[in-house]
Nanobody, 119 residues
Framework: QVQLVESGGGLVQPGGSLRLSCTPSGSIFDFYAMGWYRQAPGKQRELVASITNSGRTNYLDSVAGRFTIFRDNAKNTVYLQMHSLKPGDTAVYYC?????????????WGQGTQVTVSS
């Protein structure tokens, strides 16, 4: 059973920064991609950023240029560095790991970490 351990959420003022981390129970290279989703109250979960095992990244338009997803292979951890945070970034952030085999997609989820941007 895959486990994803997240950390790094918290309360930050607008314009501030936070870094989220996600470490899987296996290797980060066991997955086709890893990423971060978020869900705000009353809204659907949305993909914020992802990184494939080949290093290709993808960002939600509203966070591009402010957030960076990267991995530390030695620490077997994927990070989401968030700068210039806005109140609209407030949400529960979930780490996601994706495997794709012939005809089958499997998603694994972390427990979620709260990010609150408020003065």
């Amino acid at each position: 059973q895959v486990q994803l351990v997240e950390s790094g959420g918290g309360l930050v003022q607008p314009g501030g920064s936070l870094r989220l981390s996600c470490t899987p129970s296996g290797s980060i290279f066991d997955f086709y991609a890893m990423g971060w989703y978020r869900q705000a109250p009353g809204k659907q979960r949305e993909l914020v950023a992802s990184i494939t095992n080949s290093g290709r990244t993808n960002y939600l338009d509203s966070v591009a240029g402010r957030f960076t997803i990267f991995r530390d292979n030695a620490k077997n951890t994927v990070y989401l560095q968030m700068h210039s945070l806005k109140p609209g970034d407030t949400a529960v952030y979930y780490c996601n790991a994706l495997t794709i085999t012939t005809g089958k997609r499997e998603d694994y989820w972390g427990q979620g970490t709260q990010v609150t941007v408020s003065s």
